[in-house]
């Protein structure tokens, strides 16, 4: 079945505490970005990544961190969180040609807590 | 980056009715333009794609103006099973190629 997996899908973690949440698709494709979700701003992107060992800045990317070493997997890496960073977040991939997105494919959520 | 704005919402409409969308961006270098649905607190799914010359998927109907930076959908006889979110998304190429969603408008359809 196609489909991306996101873990965990709860956590509530302390200030400061470095956490991993973790992406991973089956479909194969190049175009894999993270979003965050709150109430009133919406989705809004993080990172993206066109392929394997490219990755992008987009509208929010402050205190987080992203790698791309295989092209299933892409990583949100919070260094040390703060709570601000409590939300509900969404990785998300898609195939990628000829400067295109295609459907983007969305995990289903993980929500962070920060306390 | 620039934005994309949609209808701020909520529409309450009831059954049968039928309900407009609509979502400018400002950016001119936009390219690619969707229109996903959220359920409460689901992950967005693809509704449609919209391209240049319209297209229409059983009782959705979308439509893009790039003169206005206008994209719409149209949504006739309205079910119960449409209450959702619906979100406006641009892709735009002239600041690498990062997805702008919009803050979604809110349809609740009624019996």
């Known amino acids: 079945e196609a489909q991306v997996t996101q873990n965990p899908r709860y956590l509530i973690t302390v200030t400061g505490k470095k956490l991993t949440v973790t992406c991973s698709q089956n479909?194969?494709?190049?175009?894999m970005s993270w979003y965050r979700q709150d109430p009133g701003l919406g989705l809004r992107q993080i990172y993206y990544?066109?392929?394997?060992?490219?990755?992008d800045k987009g509208d929010v990317p402050e205190g987080y961190k992203v790698s791309r070493k295989e092209k299933r997997n892409f990583p949100l890496i919070l260094e040390s969180p703060s709570p601000n960073q409590t939300s509900l977040y969404f990785c998300?991939?898609?195939?990628?040609?000829?400067?295109?997105?295609?459907?983007?494919?969305f995990g289903p959520g993980t929500r962070l807590t920060v306390t | 980056r620039k934005e994309v704005e949609q209808d701020p919402g909520p529409f309450n409409v009831p059954e049968g009715a039928t309900v407009a969308f609509n979502c400018t961006y400002s950016?001119?270098?936009?390219?690619?333009f969707f229109w996903y649905r959220q359920d409460c607190r689901k992950e967005p799914k693809l509704l449609m794609s919209?391209?240049?010359s319209g297209n229409e998927d059983g009782r959705f109907t979308a439509q893009l103006n790039r003169a206005s930076q206008y994209i719409s959908l149209l949504i006739r006889d309205s079910k119960l099973s449409d209450s959702a979110t619906y979100l406006c998304?641009?892709?735009?190429?002239?600041?690498?190629?990062?997805?702008?969603f919009g803050k979604g408008t809110s349809l609740l359809v009624t019996p």
């Open positions: 990544s066109m392929n394997v060992e490219v990755t």
């Open positions: 998304v641009v892709l735009a190429s002239n600041s690498g190629y990062a997805l702008n």
């Open positions: 998300a991939s898609s195939l990628w040609a000829a400067g295109n997105s295609y459907e983007q494919y």
């Open positions: 479909m194969n494709h190049e175009y």
């Open positions: 950016n001119s270098a936009s390219q690619s």
């Open positions: 919209v391209y240049s």
